[in-house]
């Protein structure tokens, strides 16, 4: 079933086509959530509400947009609203934001592997973490990455380039590390 | 197909890395026909896959099976809200009614409990000379 007769069939409350949704897009929209939001509990909201929007308004969504650049979108919103009001909030504890330190549940996440690279893309602009997220890591298309962030592809690629060369700095340092 | 330039190739890596699946689709064909027929672009193509790689060591978040199992059930928990709104629909609706009832019950009850009253012959002339006397006139008059 293509796109939009699956949305079409939501929009008439068929539950089998929400659940077909749902098996469809649940795990890269949560990995999405997960790692900008470094926080799994957040992540988990922010899914839940992405797909309440679904069931609710599916006939707001136009087959000229792409489903997952939809989808991904409401993501997006729900977290950058998420990390506003964390911001807001740690601006009032008069916490420093330009190098905020690693949440308890992104500190979970990044337990068992290599947290250099974790803590490289959380010192990034949001909007590059957001393009390094959606491209690398959820195999979105820059077409489909730039209408989630509703950019011009020019844009996205120059987010993503700006993005991967203050990585490569990181990597320089990590590897100047390892051979010392 | 697109011709593919050096410019345009080095833009592509460092906006994609060095996976070809990740580049664009309508260009993909021209940058790697360009990369099989362009030396250096094999140099550029391996610093992009260290990058590449070294970013795979970002963790996996996972995902949440709970969470999904939740969301497999929003059609159910959207139902059966929906379904009690109508009941207070209904309930709200039937108020007036029902309490129009309910004063009729009180007051059928309170006339059975309290029992007939009985008056005499002189009240009811009482009251009715009063209600007359009250209008200028009396029983005696007419």
């Known amino acids: ?6 949305m079409e069939r939501i929009a008439e409350q068929d539950e089998v086509a929400f659940r077909s949704l749902v098996q469809l897009y649940f795990d890269r929209l949560f990995r999405y959530a997960a790692r900008l939001l470094g926080d799994r509990i957040e992540a988990e909201d922010a899914i839940q509400d992405c797909f309440l929007t679904v069931w609710r308004k599916a006939e707001t969504w136009k087959p000229t947009a792409s489903l997952s650049s939809w989808l991904h979108r409401i993501v997006h919103n729900h977290c950058i609203d998420l990390i506003r009001k964390r911001r807001a909030m740690e601006d009032s504890n008069e916490i420093d934001l330009i190098d905020p330190a690693p949440s308890p549940e992104s500190r979970a996440i990044s337990a068992e592997t290599d947290q250099l690279v974790d803590a490289a893309i959380r010192k990034l602009p949001l909007r590059q973490q957001a393009a390094l997220h959606l491209v690398h890591f959820g195999g979105l298309s820059g077409a489909e990455a730039a209408a989630t962030l509703e950019i011009s592809v020019e844009a996205l690629e120059s987010l993503l380039s700006r993005a ?10 990590d590897m100047a590390k390892g051979a010392a | 197909m697109t011709e593919m330039t050096e410019q345009r190739f080095k833009e592509i890596l460092s906006a994609y890395g060095a996976a070809p699946a990740h ?13 099989s027929a362009t030396p250096s672009a094999k ?10 790689a070294w970013m795979s060591n970002l963790p996996d978040p996972g995902i949440s099976e709970a969470a999904k199992h939740r969301i497999l059930g929003i059609p159910d928990v959207e139902r059966t809200e929906t ?60």
Not at chain 1, 1 to 6: F, I, S
Not at chain 2, 43 to 52: T, V
Not at chain 2, 127 to 137: E, M, Q, R, Y
């Open chain 1, 1 to 6: 079933m293509n796109d939009t007769a699956l």
């Open chain 1, 164 to 173: 991967r060369r203050t990585l490569r700095e990181a990597m320089a340092r």
């Open chain 2, 23 to 35: 580049w664009p689709e309508g260009e993909r064909s021209a940058a790697q026909e360009f990369l």
């Open chain 2, 43 to 52: 140099l550029l193509l391996s610093e992009e896959m260290a990058l590449d």
């Open chain 2, 83 to 142: 379904e009690s709104r109508d009941l207070i629909k209904i309930l709200t609706g039937w108020r007036p009614i029902a309490g129009l009832s309910s004063a009729l019950a009180c007051g059928l009850l309170l006339g059975l409990f309290l029992g007939p009253v009985e008056t005499t012959a002189d009240e009811y002339d009482t009251i009715d000379n009063t209600g007359l006397t009250a209008i200028g006139t009396s029983v005696e008059e007419q």
